[in-house]
């Protein structure tokens, strides 16, 4: 097989530059760069550059006493003499090293607090954040001036005193950072590939919630200063360390304002306004550098509770001799809180055998990607498999505990999910992300040449060039993305592939790429491949079987040849009727008037009633039954209908 990619290969500048080229577009951020670059350098080198040794006021005289600035003290002298200047120099060293360490240790607790509340959820969730909001009410200054008023005026005690009262804000913005990512497909996907919650946390969730972490670093800093000039001036500094806020204090103190000598309250008050300036500034030019714009989506991984794995209903179900995969009456429910659930899907049934590809067809909330998510356990927490079975290796994956279905994700059904740049992590590159995959789950897998090479292998697979691995998702066009996702969901040689609508979104002739790989692939691999669409051409040229669905259950099941040659159902008709047919050039197309039913409330004869022309009194009233229909030589073919019943 030879598939090749028509990309075209640019030079990529690596992730340092790409932060240095968009953080310089940002003037207020060079600013204030510039600012701090400044007076971090005034603080180091405080030593060298300073004309006076602060702790010093030999050789001071007493005219030397509040002296206005001159040639021999650019900014005057301060109460005993000393060089103001020269104070300003050291005070930035106290001042900047207060601010860096408080603001290490409050984004150390509110980041810590935010990522497990954001990712745990639930009663770990309810009390972390219930604690913070505590905090949040709770004035911190004037709590911190008690404390540190009541233990020793140290430096250290400022420091920890600043850093543990600060962390509220952050662990609010990371909680809610970390919920968005965690609601991301490479998020679901990396629990699908079995990856641990430390794992998870640690490669995927973390990097996302890094940029939040560094822009409140940044702006905590200041605040961190201002509190700590704060305390100093109010006299509860560490009187050994000479900060602004002592140099303030002292001025107030000694009769700075009552002599004139403004330059011993100025000097200071600039060196604050200075940082806190230059720090503000920085953090608006991270965030625009920094904080991506995140995609969210609606499925968040939960653990199905299984009520009832006792097939029900009196349905026809499909039967096939040593299927791979057989779906038995597979019901989902949606919880919603004091509300009737979601029947999102009922009853459904099928079989997949070995190198087989069955379409599973059917308008956007119609059930489909709840079924594939129910298949994995991936369903959102609010999803409940309330009957049927899946099986698989006769085993059922409905009854499995939560180690035993990891070993069955990936290894033996792996899917590919629906929009790639959101299944795809955007800070980490694809290369990597692929091979995060053997990682997790052959865990004897040599992780040095022999793992880059089988990712190479991989991405060659699906026509990826070997230069591209170690590109970011961003670098890639939308159908080398959908590739990528491909030979991800390829990585361990799983049997079955789920490919959740792989095609949405992609333009006609990557569409057509996209589908003659999967082609290609099953035939190659003998994969069985199940595909989730809502396109009846793209199901008319790859499939073996189609189960159309509507509102949640199964309208017609049959072999893809009877399904467009001989349909008997109302609604798959509706729906080839609206699919173009390049051998029938004068095919009227039409569209089915209405929209299909809400989940949370169906109607309770025929789901289709309302939107179908055949429909009559029993259909309001009555829901039909699966009928099995032996009018073709297909193996199974089955519909759900009140009319099949009188012409069976
Ligand atoms: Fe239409 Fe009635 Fe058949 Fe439903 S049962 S598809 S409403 S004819």
Redesign the pocket.
């Known amino acids: 097989m030879s598939i090749q990619t028509v990309e075209v290969k640019a030079k990529v500048p690596s992730p340092s530059t790409n932060f240095w080229q968009t953080y310089r577009q940002s003037k207020l951020g060079i600013a204030g760069l510039v600012l701090l670059l400044v007076i971090t350098v005034i603080a180091i080198f405080a030593p060298v550059l300073s004309p006076y040794d602060p702790k010093s006021s030999a050789g001071v005289g007493a005219g030397q006493v509040y002296n206005p600035p001159s040639a021999a003290h650019w900014l005057g002298t301060d109460d005993a003499g000393r060089d103001v200047f020269s104070n300003f120099m050291y005070g930035a060293r106290v001042s900047l090293l207060v601010g860096f360490f408080a603001s290490f240790i409050s984004v150390g607790i509110g980041g810590t607090i935010g990522i497990v509340a954001g990712y745990y959820g639930g009663r770990v969730e309810n009390i972390l954040m219930r604690f913070t909001d505590t905090m949040l009410v709770i004035p911190d200054l004037p709590l911190i001036v008690v404390i540190v008023a009541l233990t020793k005026p140290s430096l250290l005690n400022i420091i920890f005193v600043i850093g543990i009262f600060g962390w509220t804000t952050t662990a609010r913005m990371v909680r809610s950072q970390t919920l968005a990512v965690k609601s991301r497909k490479f998020v679901l996907r990396a629990r699908a590939i079995g990856a641990g919650r430390r794992h998870i946390i640690r490669h995927h969730i973390l990097p996302l919630v890094m940029p939040i972490l560094v822009v409140q670093a940044v702006l905590v800093v200041s605040v961190a200063v201002l509190n700590e000039s704060t305390l100093s001036f109010l006299g509860l500094g560490d009187p050994t360390a000479l900060s602004w806020g002592q140099m303030l204090n002292y001025a107030f103190a000694r009769g700075a304002m009552s002599t004139g000598a403004w330059w011993a309250l100025v000097a200071p008050g600039i060196g604050i306004i200075w940082v806190v300036l230059g720090l503000t500034l920085v953090g608006q030019g991270l965030e625009h550098v920094l904080n991506p714009r995140l995609d969210t989506h609606h499925l968040m991984p939960g653990r199905p509770v299984v009520v009832n794995h006792e097939a029900s209903g009196e349905s026809e179900n499909p039967t096939e001799k040593n299927p791979l995969l057989e779906v038995r009456n597979l019901s989902i429910n949606y919880i919603n809180e004091g509300k009737p659930p979601a029947r999102a899907v009922e009853n459904i049934s099928f079989t997949l055998k070995e190198g087989e590809l069955i379409g599973l067809v059917g308008e956007s909330g119609c059930g489909k990607t709840t079924l594939m998510l129910a298949l994995l356990r991936l369903l959102p927490s609010a999803g409940q498999i309330v009957n049927g079975q899946v099986i698989f290796s006769g085993k059922d994956l409905t009854a499995l505990n939560e180690q035993e279905i990891n070993a069955v994700r990936w290894k033996d059904i792996s899917i590919v999910f629906q929009g790639a740049m959101n299944a795809l992590n955007p800070v980490r590159t694809v290369g990597d992300q692929i091979a995060e995959a053997i990682i997790k789950h052959m865990p004897g897998f040599p992780r040095d040449q022999r793992l880059q090479e089988r990712v190479i292998e991989l991405l060659d697979l699906v026509g990826i060039a070997a230069d591209h691995k170690e590109h970011y998702p961003h670098q890639y066009s939308g159908g080398m993305r959908q590739r990528a996702m491909i030979a991800m969901a390829l990585a361990c040689n799983p049997q079955i592939i789920i490919a959740d609508e792989p095609t949405t979104a992609l333009d006609v002739m990557i569409q057509a790429q996209i589908l003659e790989l999967l082609d290609s692939l099953r035939k190659k691999l003998g994969l069985a491949i199940i595909f989730v669409t809502h396109d009846l051409g793209v199901v008319a040229e790859i499939c073996d079987k189609v189960l159309v669905m509507y509102g949640g259950v199964t309208?017609e099941y049959a072999d893809v040849d009877i399904i467009y040659n001989e349909s008997r159902?109302?609604?798959t008709q509706e729906l080839l009727k609206a699919f173009p047919d390049l051998t029938k050039p004068k095919k009227k197309l039409s569209s089915i008037p209405g929209y299909p039913p809400r989940l949370d409330a169906l109607p309770i004869?025929?789901?289709?009633?309302p939107r179908?022309?055949?429909?009559?009194a029993?259909?309001?009233t009555e829901q039909?039954l699966l009928q099995k229909l032996n009018d073709s030589q297909s193996a199974v073919h089955i519909a759900?209908?009140?009319?099949?019943e009188v012409s069976k």
Do not use: D, E, T
């Not at 004869?605 to 009633?609: E, Q, S």
């Not at 179908?612 to 009559?616: D, G």
């Open positions: 309208a159902h109302p609604y004869g025929c789901r289709f009633a179908c022309r055949l429909a009559f029993r259909c309001h039909p759900s209908c009140h009319l099949l």
